[in-house]
Every structure is written in structure tokens, then in C-alpha cells.
């Protein structure tokens, strides 16, 4: 069974930096593929950042450039480093885990950019 926990999120200023942590347990974390959405209030979940079991990764046009994702099979934990964030980019941030026949959500960590 996958489990997926994400950490990381806070409040920052605009222009700040944050770093998140999807921790996945289970043997198979480098067989999975990882995403991170976001879902701002009233609006719909959104697909921010993917990186597959391969190391390729995709973005949503609005982070490129700002948001890059990583992944340590060592560690089973997959980052997404956030930069220059900006006052759109507050969400909630939930990892998912999928592959192998797993398609596991963690509950999200809330990053808020405000000044």
C-alpha cells in the first residue's frame, strides 16, 4: 500500500521561496509517477507539476520558470521548490501518487502568499 504526506507549506511574502515535501511510503516510490496540484478556493483542483518514475517532468505554463520538482528515490520523497511565488499561487498543495495501479492523494498542505 502507498501512502503520501505532504509538508513544507506556510505563509511567505510575495517574491519569497517555499520548498515542499511529498514523503511516500512503500518499496515501489520509484516506480510511481508524482504530481502536485493545487486547489485555491472556489476554484478547481489544477495539475501544477508532474515528474514521472523516469526523472521528465511537465508544468502548468503559470509556474514555469518559478516552480521546479525533484525527487529522491533514496529518500522516497519527491520537492517542489517554489520561487519568486506570487499572490495566485495560494492553495492548497496535494501530492499524488500514481502507477502500478495506485492513485494516492495525500491532504494537502496550504501555502499562502501575502504580504
Known amino acids: 500500500q502507498v501512502q503520501v504526506v505532504e509538508s513544507g507549506g506556510g505563509l511567505v511574502q510575495p517574491g519569497g521561496s517555499l520548498r515542499l515535501s511529498c514523503a511516500a511510503s512503500?518499496?515501489?516510490?520509484?516506480?510511481?509517477?508524482i504530481q502536485w496540484s493545487r486547489q485555491a478556493p472556489g476554484k478547481q483542483r489544477e495539475l501544477v507539476a508532474e515528474i514521472t518514475s523516469g526523472g521528465s517532468t511537465n508544468y502548468v505554463d503559470s509556474v514555469k520558470g518559478r516552480f521546479t520538482i525533484s525527487r529522491d528515490n533514496t529518500k522516497n520523497t519527491v520537492y517542489l521548490q517554489m520561487n519568486s511565488l506570487k499572490p495566485e499561487d495560494t492553495a492548497v498543495y496535494y501530492c499524488n501518487a500514481w502507477g502500478a495501479g495506485y492513485n494516492t492523494w495525500g491532504q494537502g498542505t496550504q501555502v499562502t502568499v501575502s504580504s
Open positions: 512503500g518499496s515501489i516510490f520509484r516506480i510511481l509517477n
